[in-house]
Nanobody, 121 residues
């Protein structure tokens, strides 16, 4: 089985920083892209940042210059460094990973359970 587990959320004041972590574990033959999404109350889930296996990155316009996604391939962990946080960044942050559990299995997207980030004004 594959597990994707996020950590690092919490309460922070506007202008502060947080680092989220997301670790994929279990039966992993290969791991491709990993990404962070977020969902605020009453809103649709949106892409925050994505990181391909080759190192390509994609960011939402609203976080460019403030958030940085990075990855430790040795531990199958992706990080989201969030600086200059704003109240509008408040949301549940979800991680996903595109994983092939076995050599003959299809690539499948696995999601974590989410971690709450609250930014106070």
């Amino acid at each position: 089985q594959v597990q994707v587990v996020e950590s690092g959320g919490g309460l922070v004041q506007a202008g502060g920083s947080l680092t989220l972590s997301c670790a994929a574990s279990g039966s992993i033959f290969s791991l491709n892209a990993m990404a962070w999404y977020r969902q605020a109350p009453g809103k649709q889930r949106e892409l925050v940042a994505a990181l391909g296996s080759g190192g390509s990155t994609k960011y939402a316009d609203s976080v460019k210059g403030r958030f940085t996604i990075s990855r430790d391939n040795a531990t199958n962990t992706v990080y989201l460094q969030m600086n200059s946080l704003k109240p509008e960044d408040t949301a549940v942050y979800y991680c996903n990973a595109d994983i092939r559990p076995q050599q003959i299995a299809p690539m499948t997207r696995y999601w974590g359970q989410g971690t709450q980030v609250t930014v106070s004004s």
